[in-house]
């Protein structure tokens, strides 16, 4: 009899039944099915933890796989182990963030269940790897003992009850080959129940500016040290790019600064904190309006070593290392760091032979270029200096032929305003620029600077600096401080009122002086029948140096031969006056910028080193 028939004589019996035999027959199968449902249901959760695995940058998220009961209620307590496996689904999550930001790390978040603490209170946080694993695929007993086993460990603090762990896996061209089969978490002599576990682009070092302390860690692992303003960060070679290229670029520091306002600097008290890091100092004034600053390890002699604070240590709430995902065959996209190291930062360490761009960390869309040599800044900028303020050529593009012989500036700034008018009236000219000029255009459009419209450009605000390496250090500082005002200017409109008050409310002589020495140097050439040019290098000539030398500096133009023929009456009177109505202004200034940036004259930056 075949299958079919015997299924045809099973329903015709069941058909002939009385109905009281029907219900029960039915009530039967229901149950018989029902027994099987819940059977196969609570086998596919007996491993299920009420953890979940994030994903950095998504919403997804998906159940990870208990190892163990203290993994399926993400709770360990004294001396219990949590073990967590990844399915095939979460290891692809390793592989997609490694490609996407070029390193991954998992971060947990523990809390304490207990408020109190004794010394004997740790955790342990590490990953399952196949050698934790039997043939069958059974978990190793006693695998927490492995002697090789790199682990993030430290106390639990009476001072935050729960805290972040970042553990950064290593760099590998085959990232596959290194992603962990779990994680584990242990207690000792202490209640945690685990939050949260996410796949994320690496980050190390501590921050404790908000509720929750973050500590990230290296492939190497580490001790978690609850008060400490020191830092480890030998393992992030093993993490980052150690060179600049176009295909690779080193991680920033990011320091964070305490928001304590007693900690804070003030007009009457300066409060730097000293971070020592491969044996170089760093200096990072405290102010009222900043949060943090950056410095790019490019910048440092020796960034992947032992970072200690000792001096106002108290400031620092925090120091992390992290990518900067600037990689590209063309540099477009500039370097954010503090002013305060670009003059310093060495020409080995850029991203091209010819130029280097940054990006002023506390102010978006203000960029500074350092070049090569005052050959290549003038394939730059040269022509839109005679655009923009050259008196007599305003408003001209002139031929490479005019150019020929010509000098621009030792030093450049521009609005986006100015150098947008400069790119449209080519455009509408058809005038053909060069290849520097085209890529200044692109990393304008890049960086936010300018919009594209049709064939035109549309200013958004922000501008540019440029030195040269060509230029000595002490002429470099002062430069860049003297572009770097200006900058402010350019986007602030309620510092460039304040500074045509100063202007127009200064002593009329000094005033004139100023005038007539900008008509008797032929190298700076500037229009002075532009006000708004005349107020913004008034500003920047005395905002350059520091308060104490601005009297100095005048009376020291004032004694020049060209100045003293150019204006001899005027130059005499600064001279008897010692430059007074320019300390006065700058007094004025200086108390403006300090109380809203925190910066004063002769520097415009946060860090020193």
């Not at 303003?229 to 150690?242: C, E, Q």
């Not at 655009?387 to 031929?399: D, I, M, P, T």
Request: aromatic fraction near 14%; proline fraction near 3%.
């Amino acid at each position: 009899m075949s299958l079919k028939e015997k299924l045809q004589k099973v329903l015709f019996a069941i058909k002939k039944m009385p109905a009281v035999k029907k219900r029960f027959f039915a009530l039967i199968s229901a149950f018989i099915v029902l027994n099987i449902v819940f059977i196969i249901l609570l086998f596919s959760v007996r491993h299920r933890s009420v953890l979940c695995l994030e994903e950095y940058g998504s919403n997804l998220t998906s159940r990870l796989y208990a190892l163990n009961a203290p993994a399926k209620k993400a709770f360990v307590k004294e001396y219990e182990t949590a073990d967590f496996k990844f399915n095939e689904e979460q290891k692809a999550i390793f592989f997609k963030i490694y490609n996407d930001f070029e390193t991954v790390a998992l971060t947990v978040r523990l809390e304490a269940v207990d408020s109190d603490f004794s010394e004997d209170s740790k955790f342990q946080f590490g990953y399952l790897t196949s050698e934790d694993f039997s043939s069958k695929g059974n978990l190793k007993e006693n695998f927490l003992y492995n002697s090789r086993r790199i682990l993030v460990q430290g106390k639990m603090s009476q001072a935050s009850k729960s805290l972040d762990l970042s553990f950064a896996l290593q760099k590998n061209d085959d990232i596959k080959k290194i992603i962990p089969e779990g994680f584990f978490v242990s207690a000792s002599d202490c209640k945690l129940r685990i939050l949260a576990a996410c796949v994320v682009p690496a980050v190390l070092g501590y921050d404790c500016s908000s509720e929750v302390p973050f500590y990230g860690f290296a492939c190497n692992g580490g001790i978690v040290q609850p008060g400490s303003k020191s830092f480890d960060f030998s393992g992030a070679s093993m993490i980052f790019p150690v060179a600049n290229s176009t295909k690779n670029t080193m991680p920033e520091f990011v320091v964070k600064l305490s928001e304590d306002p007693s900690l804070k600097a003030s007009k009457e008290r300066s409060v730097r904190a000293e971070i020592i890091l491969g044996g170089e100092k760093f200096y990072v004034n405290n102010v009222a309006l900043a949060s943090e600053v950056r410095i790019p390890s490019a910048a440092m002699k020796a960034p992947f070593s032992r970072m200690d604070a000792s001096n106002n240590s108290e400031c620092l709430s925090g120091v992390l290392m992290r990518s900067t995902y600037l990689a590209s065959p063309q540099v477009l996209v500039p370097i954010k760091t503090d002013p305060g190291l670009i003059v310093k930062y060495k020409s080995s360490a850029w991203r091209t032979l010819d130029y280097e761009i940054f990006e002023w960390d506390r102010f978006s869309k203000i960029l500074f270029f350092d070049t090569r040599n005052y050959d290549v800044q003038d394939k730059f900028f040269r022509r839109m200096a005679f655009f923009v303020e050259k008196q007599g050529f305003k408003g001209r593009l002139l031929s490479n032929e005019e150019l020929e012989g010509k000098h621009g500036y030792n030093a450049h700034d521009y609005s986006a305003d100015s150098m947008a008018e400069f790119f449209n009236k080519a455009s509408d000219l058809g005038f053909v620029l060069n290849y520097e000029e085209e890529l200044l255009k692109l990393i304008l459009i890049k960086n936010g600077l300018f919009e594209e419209d049709g064939e035109h450009v549309r200013s958004l605000g922000g501008g540019i600096v440029s030195i040269s390496q060509e230029s000595a250090e002490w002429l470099r500082t002062t430069l860049l401080a003297h572009e770097g005002w200006h900058t402010i200017f350019f986007r602030d409109e309620e510092f460039r009122n304040f500074v045509s008050a100063v202007y127009y409310t200064m002593d009329a002589d000094s005033r004139q002086f100023l005038t007539d020495y900008f008509k008797s140097q032929p190298s700076l050439g500037y229009d002075v029948n532009d006000e708004y040019l005349m107020h913004n290098e008034f500003m920047a000539y005395i905002m350059q140096q520091k308060l104490s030398d601005v009297g100095n500096y005048f009376v020291h133009l004032a004694e020049r031969g060209s100045v003293m023929r150019a204006t001899p009456v005027l130059a005499a009177y600064i001279r008897e006056t010692k430059g007074r109505a320019f300390e006065d202004a700058a007094l004025a200034m200086n108390d403006y910028v300090y109380d809203k940036y925190g910066i004063i004259c002769g520097n415009i930056a946060l860090v020193a080193r």
